[in-house]
């Protein structure tokens, strides 16, 4: 299985970006998808959720009213709709999937079996 994240770049506070992440190699929809990220110094934190079942959402407190997880089966992709960036939102943002993953584990990149290579997000003031 492999993941392909795109859709990062370089935009100012309060701007808006889509995050896409295509799953390849297998039936995507029976995968539950994580979004990660990573700033520099600091450790891999969990962003967003998506269950494969019945698409139900869990967010991190941080991006929570301001990103959605979303996906399309018929497109093998998931996607992370992040607006009204905030500088503290600049990172390497990862996707990650698995076919087995219980409701405790998901803020847990190690729970993850799949990761996509990351995309660069840089929000500036």
């Known amino acids: 299985v492999q993941l392909q994240a795109s859709g990062g770049g370089s935009v100012q506070a309060g701007a808006s970006l889509r995050l896409s992440c295509t799953v390849s190699g297998d039936t995507f929809r029976r995968y539950a998808v994580g979004w990660f990220r990573q700033a520099p110094g600091k450790e891999r934190e969990f962003v967003a959720f998506?269950?494969?079942?019945?698409?139900?959402?869990n967010y991190a407190d941080s991006v929570k009213g301001r990103f959605t997880i979303s996906r399309d089966n018929a497109k093998n992709t998931a996607y992370l709709q992040m607006n009204s960036l905030k500088p503290e939102d600049t990172a390497v943002y990862y996707c990650a999937a698995s076919t087995s993953i219980i409701l405790s584990s998901i803020r847990f990149p190690e729970n993850y079996r799949y990761w996509g290579q990351g995309t660069q997000v840089t929000v500036s003031s």
């Open positions: 998506m269950r494969s079942s019945d698409g139900r959402a």
